[in-house]
């Protein structure tokens, strides 16, 4: 299909403070690729009352009043369009792995570090204070312990090792952090997908940029959702 940049009021919404807002939205077809972009309430000042760029992650259909020509559905349609085709050539994983994992699955990660025990213990082992056994002993536990707190691919997760570690006073819980499963490697977490294979076709997930062509009848969708009946100070 041709190129074509389209803009869409497909409703009005309310701030926390009860004012009323239009929503607009940008699609954009180029050289084969699709940009989708959208902004709440622009003004002429270049700000907005709302958020601006991919709206689409926080909005709601049920939450905005339709624009003439617009409905809940058809709305629904647009935001869902927006979230699979937004960017098809910087696709993070193949059709099969989007299919089948949730990469927006939100899991807890946890950074663990040194106890005030193994740092002791380590500057004693500095200091040479420690006997032979005792040396021995340590450089086990510290093999352990940089493999569970320094490693690039340390587990962020409760492992039995961790465990271990943790109940023998070596190690301890720094912060835990939510992420999505598509920002953690399984060696950190076992359900992390960042750099996982699929089983279909081998791609793991995130490591090269694929291109996905947009079908015709969804760029003709995007055609023929109605055009904008208000002219945005910007979008």
């Not at 809940?72 to 059709?95: Q, Y």
């Not at 989007?98 to 082992?125: P, R």
């Amino acid at each position: 299909m041709e190129n074509f940049s389209q803009v869409y009021r497909i409703g009005t919404a309310r701030s926390y403070g009860g004012r009323a807002y239009s929503i607009f939205v940008k699609a954009e077809f180029k050289d084969g690729r699709l940009s989708i972009s959208g902004v709440e309430g622009p003004t002429h000042g270049g700000n907005c009352i709302g958020a601006c760029g991919q709206i689409d992650m926080h909005l709601k259909p049920e939450d905005v009043t339709p624009a003439p020509g617009w409905t809940t559905d058809s709305i629904a349609r647009l935001l869902a369009i927006w979230d699979k085709w937004h960017l098809n050539d910087m696709k993070a994983g193949c059709e099969h792995q989007d299919e089948a994992w949730d990469v927006t699955k939100k899991i807890m990660v946890t950074k663990f570090g040194w106890t005030t025990e193994y740092h002791q213990l380590s500057k004693k082992a500095q200091e040479g204070k420690l006997s032979a056994e005792e040396y021995t002993t340590f450089a086990e536990i510290a093999k352990r312990v940089y493999a569970a707190t320094i490693e690039t691919d340390r587990p962020a997760y409760n492992t039995q090792e961790v465990d271990a570690l943790l109940t023998e006073g070596w190690i301890k819980v720094d912060k835990t952090e939510e992420k999505a499963t598509g920002w953690v490697r399984e060696s950190e977490h076992p359900e992390g997908l960042l750099s996982k294979a699929c089983e279909v076709c081998g791609h793991k997930y995130g490591h090269s940029w694929l291109k996905r062509e947009v079908p015709e009848e969804v760029l003709q969708e995007l055609k023929d959702f109605p055009k904008t009946d208000r002219e945005p100070a910007w979008v």
